[in-house]
């Protein structure tokens, strides 16, 4: 387990919230940031804020090493072949619109198919969905196992000739399954077919290795990994992305502007128009250093034992519904019979306890479940066993509460 200095750099978990110390368990939401994140941050913005690439002048110097020096650690963190395949976007969202209006409009055709998984959150549905009826491509969705799971079997029979493109996250955001991305990416790659990954709920928890995976396409979000808000990194094989068109057009992206055309600058930076997100990228880049830090592996094993240990101490509460399957990342979404899961957040908010309830941007897995909505209990490396006791107790009482209402 990771110890206790490692929660005392999150100075925002230090407070009351409505007269209880503050338990959150909404990272897969949002993650919370290190002092050293936000100390760099306000360095850049009190030392050197200037734009990038275009000034000769000191300031605008340090901002340009801050900024492509960020670039460097996210090439090394995710083992990129080359910082040409890191291009810096709004957010795992950005990410994969930029894929599905510039790969999937050129390379989709009537009759092709796009081959997702029941359990995708709406970023990684819904530009599918317009690519396709732009494109007159079709979508075909994995069924899933009884415990959140998808099956290579499955996989094999989807996946055909005709598929062009398979859409996937790495990790779900509700049932906190780990999908075998390798051995997909195998699969869609004996087909001739890319794949494009959602890397947002697995980058903050899990080493992730993008030449290892063989994936083609990988996205994920700086605010979810101790970063801040606003800044997400698209990978791409640079073989793909040479290929591909910008879908913003305007300054910083450009090589040469004519009257009546314009030439493009070279990866990364021809996807990458306009003022970049210099702040956010350097903030990212102090997040990379602090997880590194810890340790990828520290991480994910203390985040094994704290899920472990709150789905051991969850199911012993009588009329509780847990979803997904038993190995899984450090999340834990369910239900309590009889208990609205805005009710349940609201209960254990009193308690200052904060988790997640609704659809969480997933309504065609909830429709799967069964389930209009419900709660979750997302953990990370600054969550401990205390926590889930803490919560565990909340929903013993919350459940008690409401037996004694109805």
């Not at 007269?19 to 009190?46: E, F, R």
């Not at 903050?204 to 396409?217: C, G, R």
Request: hydrophobic share 40%; aromatic share 8%; net charge negative.
């Amino acid at each position: 387990m990771l110890n206790e200095e490692v929660r005392n750099q999150f100075p925002i978990l230090d407070q009351e919230v409505n007269g209880h110390s503050l338990v959150y368990l909404d990272s897969a939401a949002t993650s919370q940031k290190p002092q050293q994140v936000i100390d760099v941050m306000n360095s850049y913005y009190s030392g050197y804020n200037s734009n990038v690439h275009r000034g000769v002048h000191t300031l605008g110097t340090r901002a340009t090493e801050g900024y492509e020096g960020s670039r460097e650690k996210v090439k090394n963190f995710i083992n990129a072949n080359s910082t040409k395949e890191c291009i810096f976007v709004r957010g795992t969202t950005t990410a994969i619109n930029t894929v599905a209006h510039s790969y999937g409009r050129e390379h989709l055709s009537e009759g092709d198919e796009i081959v997702l998984t029941k359990m995708e959150h709406h970023s990684n549905i819904i530009p599918w969905q317009q690519v396709a009826k732009l494109t007159g491509a079709k979508l075909k969705y994995l069924p899933l196992q009884e415990d959140g799971t998808i099956s290579l079997d499955d996989v094999r029979t989807a996946v055909t000739s005709n598929t062009k493109i398979v859409a996937m996250t790495h990790v779900s955001n509700v049932l906190g399954t780990i999908n075998p991305i390798k051995e997909v990416a195998q699969i869609a790659h004996d087909n001739d077919a890319v794949i494009v990954v959602d890397g947002a709920q697995a980058v903050p928890h899990m080493k992730v290795d993008v030449q290892d995976l063989e994936v083609d396409f990988y996205a994920f979000s700086g605010h979810k990994m101790c970063g801040p808000t606003g800044i997400g990194v698209l990978y791409g094989k640079q073989s793909l992305l040479e290929n591909m068109e910008p879908v913003e057009f305007g300054g910083e992206m450009i090589d040469f502007v004519d009257l009546h055309d314009s030439t493009w600058k070279e990866l990364p930076w021809k996807f990458e128009g306009g003022t970049p997100i210099i702040a956010g990228a350097v903030g990212l880049g102090a997040a990379i250093d602090f997880l590194e830090e810890i340790g990828m592996e520290a991480i994910e094993k203390h985040e094994e034992e704290v899920v472990h240990y709150a789905i051991e101490q969850m199911e012993k509460i009588d009329g509780i519904t847990i979803y997904g399957p038993k190995e899984r990342a450090g999340l834990v979404t369910f239900n309590l019979d009889d208990v609205h899961p805005h009710d349940t957040a609201t209960a254990l908010d009193s308690l200052g306890i904060a988790v997640r309830a609704g659809h969480h941007c997933a309504q065609p897995l909830m429709k799967e479940l069964q389930a209009t909505a419900t709660a979750r209990a997302s953990f990370y490396l600054y969550n401990s066993k205390q926590d889930v006791d803490l919560l565990v107790d909340g929903l013993r009482k919350t459940k008690e509460y409401f037996g004694d209402v109805f």
